[in-house]
T-cell receptor, first 116, second 111 residues
Framework: SAVISQKPSRDICQRGTSLTIQCQVD?????MFWYRQQPGQSLTLIAT?????????ESGFVIDKFPISRPNLTFSTLTVSNMSPEDSSIYLC?????????????FGSGTRLTVV | KQEVTQIPAALSVPEGENLVLNCSFT??????LQWFRQDPGKGLTSLLL?????REQTSGRLNASLDKSSGRSTLYIAASQPGDSATYLC??????????FGKGTMLLVSP
C-alpha cells in the first residue's frame, strides 16, 4: 500500500499566523484528501485535491481559509490561514489506495496543531 | 446522508479478554467498510477492509464482519493486549469517494 510522509507532526502557532502542512506519497495518486479532526471528534473532510485543477471544498470550508496546492501526482500542501484557537485540531491527508479492484484509504501520520 | 455510529464510545478491559466493537451505518448502499486504529494525537492505521460483497475479513487477532443489509459491522479482537489500547474508527465508503467516519471507540486494555 501507499506510504504517506506528512509534516510537521505537530506545531504550536500564534493566532493570526498561517501554517502549511505537507504530504508526500511514495506513488502517483489521482486524488488526495485533507481531513480535520477536532478534539474529541471524528474526521471531517475538508477538501479533495486533484492534480492540475482547483481543489473541491466541502460545505463549511473555504479556499481563503484552507488553500491547497497539488503541483504533481505525489505531493500536496494544505495551509491553515489566519489561525484562531478554534483551528486547533489534527489535520490528516489521505489517498485512495489499492490493487486488483480492492480500494481502501491510507492516511498520513497527522499534524497536531495547537493555536495559542 | 450517511451516518456512522460506534458503540461503545469507550471500553476498558483486562488483558487477555476477547472483545467486540460495534459499528452501524444508516445507508446500506456502501462500496466497502474500513476499520482503522488511531493512537493519541496520531494518524490512522488501516486494520481491515471489507468489500460490500464480503461478509468478513481476518488479520491476526482481528476479525471484522459486515452485514450490509442491516447496516452493521463488528470488529472482534481476540486475546487483547495492552498494546491494543487505542481509538478504533469505523469508516464506510459510499458515493463517489465519500468516506464517512464514526466517532470511534476508545479502548483501554490494562495489564
Amino acid at each position: 500500500s501507499a506510504v504517506i510522509s506528512q509534516k510537521p507532526s505537530r506545531d504550536i502557532c500564534q493566532r493570526g499566523t498561517s501554517l502549511t502542512i505537507q504530504c508526500q506519497v511514495d506513488s502517483q495518486v489521482t486524488m488526495m484528501f485533507w481531513y480535520r479532526q477536532q478534539p474529541g471528534q471524528s474526521l471531517t473532510l475538508i477538501a479533495t485535491a486533484n492534480q492540475g485543477s482547483e481543489a473541491t471544498y466541502e460545505s463549511g470550508f473555504v479556499i481563503d481559509k484552507f488553500p491547497i496546492s497539488r503541483p504533481n501526482l505525489t505531493f500536496s500542501t494544505l495551509t491553515v490561514s489566519n489561525m484562531s484557537p478554534e483551528d486547533s485540531s489534527i489535520y490528516l491527508c489521505s489517498v485512495e489506495d489499492g490493487t486488483g479492484g480492492v480500494y481502501g484509504y491510507t492516511f498520513g501520520s497527522g499534524t497536531r496543531l495547537t493555536v495559542v | 446522508k450517511q451516518e456512522v455510529t460506534q458503540i461503545p464510545a469507550a471500553l476498558s478491559v483486562p488483558e487477555g479478554e476477547n472483545l467486540v466493537l460495534n459499528c452501524s451505518f444508516t445507508d446500506s448502499a456502501i462500496y466497502n467498510l474500513q476499520w482503522f486504529r488511531q493512537d493519541p494525537g496520531k494518524g490512522l492505521t488501516s486494520l481491515l477492509l471489507i468489500q460490500s460483497s464480503q461478509r468478513e475479513q481476518t488479520s491476526g487477532r482481528l476479525n471484522a464482519s459486515l452485514d450490509k443489509s442491516s447496516g452493521r459491522s463488528t470488529l472482534y479482537i481476540a486475546a487483547s493486549q495492552p498494546g491494543d489500547s487505542a481509538t478504533y474508527l469505523c469508516a464506510v465508503l459510499s458515493g463517489y469517494s465519500t468516506l464517512t467516519f464514526g466517532k470511534g471507540t476508545m479502548l483501554l486494555v490494562s495489564p
